[in-house]
């Protein structure tokens, strides 16, 4: 199946701090998805991608779909508590399943 | 309902029995997916349904695993003879239509066997 890196595998940031963290595949995938998931619920989609070099954003969110369609990375400026969760990567290529990475999980110290 | 519903939200089983997991999908979505996350891993896929299609029961482990939809509408996940190793949170998960516009997740079953 499809190989999906997510780094790094964890975070510990002060608030107010911006985060980086990105995903990459051994194959190129059509979309990209972003998720956060926070404790006991499933994950939530914050941010899709569906074409090369696509940049998009989503309030403090910014996430890119990199150019090789081997990669994307999340970036979540000025973090704030509620920030905490951990983050997923998705990626689709062809068939029904998405392919999800291992997860970031950030922790945001106040 | 407004999102997807799934239950029990918790469920404890003893080895070898076997267990079923509800999924209530988003009023009007076709598409619906199960997935398993095993402790600090990504999501595995299970199985997919697309409204009145065969199903993609390509990810399902072993023949243990089965999953059903009636009526297009609530699907449940069977798991018979249960292992430890099937101890995981199974999330489901409805999209609008099949492939690549992002599902809508439930809160999951935190299933564990003892």
């Known amino acids: 199946g499809q190989q999906l890196n997510q780094s790094p595998q964890s975070m510990f940031i002060q608030e107010g701090e911006d985060v980086s963290m990105n995903c990459t595949s051994s194959?190129?995938?059509?979309?990209w998805l972003w998720y956060k998931q926070e404790p006991g619920e499933g994950p939530v989609l914050l941010i899709a991608?569906?074409?090369?070099?696509e940049l998009t954003s989503n309030g403090r969110l910014t996430a890119q779909f990199g150019i090789t369609r081997k990669d994307s990375f999340l970036n979540i400026s000025a973090s704030i508590p509620s920030d905490v969760g951990i983050y997923f990567c998705?990626?689709?290529?062809?068939?029904?399943?998405?392919?999800f990475g291992t997860g970031t999980s950030l922790t945001v110290i106040p | 309902g407004a999102g997807v519903s799934q239950s029990p939200s918790n469920k404890v089983t003893e080895k070898g029995k076997d267990v079923e997991l509800r999924c209530d999908p988003i009023?009007?979505?076709?598409?619906l997916y199960w997935y398993r996350q095993s402790l600090g891993q990504g999501l595995e896929f299970l199985i997919y349904?697309?409204?009145?299609?065969?199903?993609?029961k390509s990810g399902l482990p072993s023949d243990r695993f089965s999953a059903e939809r009636t009526g297009g509408s609530v699907s449940t996940l069977t798991i018979q003879r249960t292992q430890q190793e099937d101890s995981a949170v199974y999330l489901c998960?409805?999209?609008?239509?099949?492939?690549?516009?992002?599902?809508?997740f439930g809160s999951g079953t935190r299933l564990t066997v003892v």
């Open positions: 998960a409805s999209s609008l239509t099949k492939g690549n516009y992002g599902y809508t």
């Open positions: 194959s190129i995938f059509n979309t």
């Open positions: 991608l569906y074409k090369a070099g």
């Open positions: 998705a990626g689709h290529f062809t068939g029904n399943q998405f392919y």
């Open positions: 009023s009007g979505h076709t598409a």
């Open positions: 349904f697309q409204g009145n299609s065969a199903p993609d």
